[in-house]
């Protein structure tokens, strides 16, 4: 009895995992709107997150406030390193449009490394608040801080992954259609993330400390 899975590919005998090539969209198909959407729905999550943070910024249950544990120079260098990461991307979107391979990938490499460079500062920031004492656990201003900053922090984890994932498939396959149109999707992921993190910076850090 044969096995063969109906429609399979092969190249030759042996089996594909994957489409052989990039499926035809029709015409007004868009993954931009498509991406568009997701992020308007990623709004709303960060929406919800800092509307929890404005209930119970004030609510320390008797222990330390933001004056108390926030250290801004530290701050506005992780700021600085994500802000720089924009920049890098911008310019490996302006060499990717002009087909310069090597040129996309190396910013590509560096806006990873600012990436990078941001997630390692706020991982020591928390564990810096948890070695202090000042856990999720200690007061809502802290479970909802924790749950703000680190919902931004997983996004831009996941967004390092995403970018790694298209340098190899850049690398492999250069700038083709399909990857320009993944790596303008990152673009706005990425840009998104800068503007969520300068809110974050501005109500949750500055504000917080003035007080």
């Known amino acids: 009895m044969s096995t063969t899975t109906p429609n399979a590919f092969y190249d030759g005998d042996r089996p594909l995992f994957h489409l052989p090539e990039e499926p035809h969209h029709p015409e007004g198909h868009s993954t931009m709107l498509g991406f568009w959407l997701y992020l308007m729905s990623d709004c709303l999550l960060f929406a919800a997150l800092f509307a929890m943070y404005a209930t119970a910024s004030h609510s320390y249950g008797g222990g330390p406030g933001q004056h108390q544990l926030f250290e801004l120079p530290l701050v506005a260098l992780n700021t600085t390193m994500l802000l720089l990461s924009s920049i890098t991307y911008g310019f490996a979107m302006l060499f990717?449009?002009?087909?310069?391979?090597?040129?996309?990938?190396?910013?590509?490499?560096?806006?990873?490394?600012?990436?990078?460079?941001?997630?390692?500062i706020e991982l020591y920031e928390f564990s810096h608040l948890i070695h202090e004492g000042a856990t999720p656990q200690s007061s809502a201003f802290l479970s909802s801080f924790f749950a703000l900053v680190g919902t931004h922090g997983l996004h831009v984890t996941v967004g390092l992954i995403w970018l790694v994932t298209l340098m190899v498939q850049v690398s492999k396959k250069g700038l083709i259609q399909a990857n320009k149109?993944?790596?303008?999707?990152?673009?706005?992921?990425?840009?998104?993330?800068?503007?969520?993190?300068i809110g974050v910076f501005t109500f949750v850090y500055l504000m917080g400390v003035a007080q």
């Open 96 to 120: 990717m449009e002009q087909g310069k391979k090597g040129a996309t990938l190396a910013w590509l490499a560096i806006t990873g490394l600012f990436g990078a460079s941001f997630i390692g």
């Open 181 to 197: 149109r993944r790596l303008m999707c990152l673009s706005m992921f990425w840009h998104f993330l800068d503007v969520v993190w």
